[in-house]
């Protein structure tokens, strides 16, 4: 796939993942230096986040969706052990 390509973090913002997936997303933008308009921090229990949690078949959280600007399914890391930084970064560049 060539292009550029969306990362989406679903999470509970009140949740014992909480500081986890907010630490996480420090580093990532602070260390890869990703743009904010190819990451979208999405609450899942909100109307935006149940509806993107049932497109992507997301069941666990956190969950990270990495998706092309279409739309279409890419890749997905789910439940509480994070991925590295560099293996969501690297979605977050231009192809």
């Known amino acids: 796939y060539t292009g550029h390509m969306k990362v ?12 986890k997936v907010e630490e ?6 602070r260390q890869h230096d990703v743009e904010q308009k190819n990451l979208q ?7 935006d986040g149940i509806s993107t949690a049932s497109l992507y078949d997301v ?3 956190p969950a ?3 998706i092309t600007d279409a739309g279409g399914y ?7 052990d994070l991925p590295l930084l560099r293996d969501v970064a690297v979605y ?3 192809r």
């Open 8 to 19: 989406l973090v679903l999470y509970r913002p009140f949740s014992e993942h909480a500081r």
């Open 24 to 29: 996480f997303l420090r580093d990532l933008q």
């Open 41 to 47: 921090v999405i609450d899942i229990d909100s109307r």
């Open 59 to 61: 069941m666990t959280t």
């Open 64 to 66: 990270i969706v990495v």
């Open 74 to 80: 890419v890749t997905s890391w789910t439940g509480p």
């Open 92 to 94: 977050t560049f231009a």
